[in-house]
């Protein structure tokens, strides 16, 4: 199942971040452009459930989840060898967590500010499902 690419059907999302305004916000914009969006969570804890039972395909992790760290949930979510590819988000300028993003096992970052389906497929190097292109890997790629 490591290689099999989805050929069907829609990239599915899970976001984890702590503001509901911004959930809120990221679920309508990613819907609108061609993610489904399984869920949503606000805790390292209700992550990993969501994780679990919903099986997406890629999850958004803000690097600030109030007292917890979006890279402390990263590193739990490889280690319980979910599936799913892990992208970092946040308010912050990348260059201000490179060392941070790089020594995560996400496959990248991107801002909240330019948060959308292309730059989730970008870093996923997946296709947008058109003309037979594949949607995106199943196990998301861990390699940094």
Do not use: W, Y
């Amino acid at each position: 199942m490591e290689d099999m690419v989805l050929q069907f059907g829609r990239l599915r999302c899970l976001i984890v971040d702590d503001s509901p305004r911004f959930s809120d916000t990221a679920r309508r914009l990613l819907e609108r452009q061609g993610i489904t969006v399984v869920g949503i969570a606000s805790n390292t804890a209700d992550a990993v459930r969501s994780a679990a039972e919903l099986q997406p395909d890629v999850i958004l992790v803000d690097v600030e989840l109030g007292a917890e760290s979006g890279f402390e949930l990263a590193e739990r979510l490889d280690e319980d060898a979910f599936p799913a590819a892990v992208i970092l988000i946040s308010t912050h300028a990348e260059q201000d967590l490179a060392d941070l993003i790089a020594g995560s096992p996400a496959v990248g970052f991107v801002s909240k500010s330019e948060l959308s389906s292309e730059a989730i497929r970008d870093l996923l190097g997946a296709g947008d499902g058109t003309e037979g292109e594949p949607v995106a890997p199943v196990s998301g790629p861990r390699g940094r």
